[in-house]
């Protein structure tokens, strides 16, 4: 974070930042959104972000530039950011993804008290990630992966 960023940020990271930088500086919304709400979940034992939040709709947004897939990573961080909001007492109706290249809406399910022991267990698995175990690599995600250049796990120039 001390060290400047467009030496290691990849083209869409930079792509990605630029169109976040209204929210980031919490222009260009209505009234009725909350932007960059700091949040918090004591169950999960994890803090964060979120994009937007439409008080009128109770809508939990989180926006990317490019949504080709919805990974399940992906899913995980919207799901973590609605199970933080209803801790601390926000009601929450509806999560989306907004895909900004195509201003596109993208409504997702609500996650249920199965899906919320899913991501319990995903969680667990992160903490108990150990760098020097063997990891398996996946040669299409590497060679579309942002943090390519960065990561020893590959040699492979990425294409993004
Ligand atoms: S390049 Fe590294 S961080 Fe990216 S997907 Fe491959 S192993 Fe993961």
Redesign the pocket.
């Known amino acids: 974070m001390e060290t400047d960023e467009e030496l290691y940020h990849a083209t869409p990271q930079t792509i990605g930042k630029l169109s976040h930088s209204s929210i980031d500086n919490k222009s260009s919304h209505q009234s009725y959104e909350i932007t960059s709400l700091p949040i918090y979940s004591e169950e999960l034992g994890l803090y964060g972000k979120i994009d937007i939040y439409n008080q009128m709709t109770k809508r939990l947004i989180e926006r990317k530039y490019k949504l080709k897939h919805i990974f399940i990573g992906q899913i995980y961080q919207l799901w973590a950011q609605y199970f933080c909001l209803i801790e601390m007492g926000y009601e929450v109706n509806e999560i989306a993804f907004y895909e900004i290249s195509t201003n596109k809406m993208l409504i997702q399910n609500l996650p249920t008290p199965l899906n919320k022991e899913e991501l319990k267990v995903f969680i667990q698995q992160y903490r108990n990630y150990d760098p020097n175990s063997e ?1 398996k ?2 040669t299409n ?2 060679l579309h ?1 942002v ?2 250049n960065l ?1 020893d ?2 040699i492979t120039d990425n294409v993004y």
Do not use: G, L, Q, S
């Open positions: 990891i690599t996946n995600k590497c992966c943090y390519c990561c796990k590959t």
